[in-house]
């Protein structure tokens, strides 16, 4: 179940400082029915800008199959994308506005911390989609046309049946401390934002022992979840602690011996945030692909570049894998607490996974 009445109250909050006026020009009141979605872009001024650059924090491979889909649907807008954990991405994206080099039209990124903050800087477009009726209160930037929430992913645990046996495998979050794992089991890097989220939930749930007892298990930290799950098929590691499940249906797709556990606590979760910014270089390109993004073809296209699933609830679940609802799903209760514990996070993850 998600848990959204404090985020919708941080949001709302965090939001005051907004004009209305602001938020009333971001509505288009005559959309226009494309194929399978509406749109308040200019089409032709969009052709005419002929690209669309993506900011984001998913798997290369992923990012260009997702493109690839709104290029096949406008041949004449060429896409192009660079790929950072979501640490990185926001920096970079904040040194070339502090320079005025206006170079992204999307960002992608995982992190509610970033997304509020690039909000308050005035960072993103005020453009509500009409595709964005679709999405709960909860999911969207409050006022809405700055930021929806484009996927929800989530954490559990992935362990490699040739290599550990069905009635071994951890089967909660507590069975990954036992002694036996101890250096064959890797994580996400401090940059990444489930991995914050994971944190964050399992320490609520567990307090701070769960994470000193985790560090003497040696954890590695790795950037994406692509390399956490090379690298226990090709039998490097046994375990992934903070197993993305969108991971785990991708390589499940292609043959490879992984299995999934959903711990009866939970699985930590958090959103892929997307909207378009301010200053874009191709701004009308950028309103374009939000309404095809964000809607079920969109959506659909997203399930199957990456195993996503969406917030829509008339998107189904990507091939092979589950609905949300069928999750017990662990969101922060107070995301402004959860903001705050974002320094602390950093210091101890990369204590922990041997950084520094």
């Given at each position: 179940m998600i848990r959204s009445v404090a985020l919708a109250a941080l949001l709302a909050a965090g939001m005051a400082v907004l004009a209305p006026s602001a938020w009333a020009a971001g509505i288009c009141a005559e959309p226009r029915q494309m194929d399978?979605?509406?749109?308040?872009?200019?089409?032709?001024?969009?052709?005419?800008?002929?690209?669309?650059?993506?900011?984001?924090?998913?798997?290369?491979?992923?990012?260009?199959?997702l493109l690839a889909g709104f290029q096949a649907a406008f041949p004449k807008i060429k896409t192009n994308f660079i790929r950072l954990q979501s640490g990185a991405l926001y920096a970079k994206l904040s040194t070339e506005r502090q320079a005025k080099a206006y170079l992204v039209d999307i960002m992608q990124n995982t992190d509610m911390g970033f997304v509020l903050d690039f909000q308050?800087?005035?960072?993103?477009?005020?453009?509500?989609?009409?595709?964005?009726?679709?999405?709960?209160?909860?999911?969207?930037?409050?006022?809405?046309g700055f930021w929806t929430w484009g996927a929800i992913i989530m954490a559990g645990i992935a362990y490699n049946p040739?290599?550990?046996?069905?009635?071994?495998?951890?089967?909660?979050?507590?069975?990954?401390?036992?002694p036996k794992?101890?250096?064959?089991?890797?994580?996400?890097?401090?940059?990444?934002?489930?991995?914050?989220?994971?944190?964050?939930?399992?320490?609520?749930?567990?307090?701070?022992?769960?994470?000193?007892?985790?560090e003497k298990q040696k954890p590695r930290g790795f950037d994406s979840y692509v390399q956490q799950y090379d690298r226990m098929v090709n039998g490097q590691d046994k375990i992934i602690h903070t197993a993305q499940y969108s991971g785990y249906l991708q390589f499940k797709a292609k043959g490879a011996p992984v299995e999934f556990v959903s711990p009866a606590d939970g699985l930590p979760a958090g959103p892929e945030v997307?909207?378009?910014?301010?200053?874009?270089?191709?701004?009308?390109?950028?309103?374009?692909?939000?309404?095809?993004?964000l809607s079920v073809p969109g959506q659909s296209r997203l399930g199957d570049a990456l195993s996503l699933n969406s917030p829509r609830d008339d998107v189904?679940?990507?091939?092979?894998?589950?609905?949300?609802?069928?999750?017990?799903?662990?969101?922060?209760?107070?995301?402004?607490?959860?903001?705050?514990?974002?320094k602390i996070f950093v210091r101890e993850w990369d204590k922990l996974t041997g950084v520094r």
């Open positions: 399978g979605f509406k749109t308040c872009a200019d089409l032709a001024a969009a052709e005419q800008e002929g690209a669309l650059v993506l900011y984001t924090t998913d798997p290369e491979d992923g990012a260009a199959r308050k800087r005035n960072g993103y477009m005020n453009y509500v989609s009409p595709e964005m009726a679709a999405y709960k209160p909860a999911f969207k930037s409050q006022p809405e040739k290599l550990v046996s069905a009635e071994e495998a951890p089967r909660n979050w507590k069975d990954v401390l036992d794992w101890s250096g064959s089991v890797s994580v996400k890097v401090s940059a990444s934002g489930l991995q914050h989220e994971t944190w964050f939930e399992l320490r609520r749930l567990y307090g701070d022992e769960y994470w000193a007892a985790f997307y909207g378009a910014i301010a200053e874009a270089p191709h701004p009308n390109a950028a309103r374009l692909f939000m309404d095809w993004f189904p679940a990507p091939a092979g894998g589950k609905p949300i609802g069928e999750f017990k799903l662990l969101f922060p209760a107070d995301w402004q607490v959860f903001l705050e514990t974002h």
